[in-house]
Each structure stands twice: as C-alpha cells, then as structure tokens.
Nanobody
C-alpha cells in the first residue's frame, strides 16, 4: 500500500505548482485524502482534504482561495493545485489517506497512510 507524491519543485513567489498523489490500490478511492505540509522546525500542518467522492473539500485558512484539491478516482490520484504561491508556503508536502472515514478530515492523527513527501520551495 503506497502513496507517491510528485510535482514539487522551486518556483518564484506568485507562481503555481500542481502536486499529484498516486495511490497504489483502488481501495484508496473509498477513503478521504488530505494534504499536509511541514516546514523546518515546525509541526506538520493541515493544508486541504477531500472526501471519498470528491464532493466535499476543506482548506486551511492560509491557503483558501489559492489552492484547490481534487481527485480522479479512475486514476487513483489526488491533486493539489497551488496558485499565487508565497514564500511561507515553502515546506515538504505530504498526502495521506484516512481509511476509517468517508468525510474529509483535518487532523493528521486521523490519517493512517502517508506518502514520502515532496519539497515545495517558493523564492521571494
């Protein structure tokens, strides 16, 4: 059972990136998925989450209006479109799955599958 993130990189402030999280099994299509991030010296924080069907989403206040989460269950993939990036968005971004739930979750403790992370660096 694996989650593999991709799409991170270096971008200038104001730019965009799209992160992808590919799941190794179709069973992940039944789970809510989330994106979290962790900057050096800081705790892992919630970014966004989506329920199993894609019909309900949640966002941290810091990214609302700039980031969009979506999922393609035919491709077993969750996306995070990040626009108008800021230097404070710099972090390692992780995707996660919560197999015990159906609705989107915001607490990292409710997620039991995690990817390895992808670095996003936003230069000023």
């Amino acid at each position: 059972v694996q989650l593999v993130e991709s799409g991170g990189g270096l971008v200038q402030a104001g730019g965009s990136l799209r992160l992808s999280c590919a799941a190794s099994e179709r069973t992940f299509n039944n789970y809510p998925m989330g994106w979290f991030r962790q900057a050096p010296g800081k705790e892992r924080e919630f970014v966004s989450a989506i329920n199993w069907s894609g019909g309900s989403t949640k966002y941290a206040d810091s990214v609302k209006g700039r980031f969009t989460i979506s999922r393609d269950n035919d491709e077993n993939t969750v996306y995070l479109q990040m626009n108008t990036l800021k230097p404070e968005d710099t972090a390692v971004y992780y995707c996660a799955a919560a197999s015990s739930f159906k609705m989107a979750r915001v607490s990292p403790y409710e997620y039991n599958f995690w990817g390895q992370g992808t670095q996003v660096t936003v230069s000023s």
